[in-house]
């Protein structure tokens, strides 16, 4: 299975954008693309062609459900895993997520340091659920 | 990496104050009643206050984001359509208090580098 490698993360709070982004490069050694809003991202996303997608669910003028329905429209995003990000994880939140296609989910405030390993597992389950899938139909 | 993220939540301490002042300024209008409509300035001032519980608590921030976190789900309350203004004064005062005396030292993610 190839490793995780680039990733994009989609979120309106700058100081966020900063912090993850040094985390991820430092000490997951990621290859990150930032971007401050759901539109930002439909613009420059296709040519960074993220393994992965993190993405806010509160933003402004275009939230993060609504990105992840946009994305699902560009042929490199198609299949991306998607995790969200969000203070807003109540059950019933997750459950919403989960049914709407994120990968995973995971609560604000979080720990940057312990992010890079959060993001591999949640990464690794999808693409073995994914293999599993297209091996059950094959 | 750790010099690079003092320099951040040294950077990230200074919005900080000027976000909690600007909530402040956003929940006094509020209060009088500004014109303007008092709904949609609570839900702007709600807005920021969900913001900072996600960057201060990111940026290590611990009891500032529970500061932030308990006066977001109160002024949710009123977004939908409480009259409790006292409590959210009470909630930002504590959340002003703390960032008075905030410093990058208070981030559990701070570290003095040599």
Redesign the interface.
């Known amino acids: 299975m190839k490793a995780l490698n680039r990733i994009a993360f989609i979120d309106d ?1 700058m ?2 954008r ?3 982004k ?2 991820l490069e ?2 997951g050694g990621f290859k990150i693309r930032c971007f401050e809003s759901g539109m930002d991202a439909l613009d420059g996303i296709e040519g960074f062609d993220p393994d992965l997608i993190l993405l806010d669910v ?1 933003m ?1 003028k275009m939230t993060g459900i609504e990105t992840l329905c946009a994305l699902r429209e560009l042929p490199a995003c198609a299949e991306t895993p998607v995790i969200f990000v969000t ?1 807003k994880a109540q059950r019933h939140e997750i459950e919403h997520y989960m049914e709407v296609g994120a990968a995973g989910v995971i609560p ?3 720990d ?2 312990t992010l890079p390993d959060n993001l591999n597992a949640i990464w690794c389950k999808a693409k073995t659920q994914a293999l599993s899938s297209h091996a059950g139909t094959a | 990496m750790q010099e690079q993220l003092n320099l951040l939540i040294e950077k990230h301490c200074k919005t900080i104050k000027e976000q909690v002042g600007s909530l402040g300024a956003m929940l006094s209008r509020v209060e009088a009643g500004d014109a303007g409509g008092p709904q949609s300035l609570l839900a702007e001032a709600e807005a920021l206050a969900h913001q900072l519980k996600g960057s201060t608590g990111t940026a290590g921030f611990l009891e500032l984001s529970k500061a932030a976190t308990a006066l977001d789900d109160h002024l949710k309350s009123l977004c939908a359509g409480g009259r409790d203004f006292q409590t959210a004064h009470q909630r930002f005062a504590e959340l002003a208090q703390i960032t008075t005396a905030i410093r990058p030292e208070n981030s559990v993610l701070y570290r003095a580098t040599a």
């Open positions: 709070e100081h966020i900063e912090i993850v040094l985390a430092e000490l509160m402004p203070a604000k405030p979080f940057p340091i």
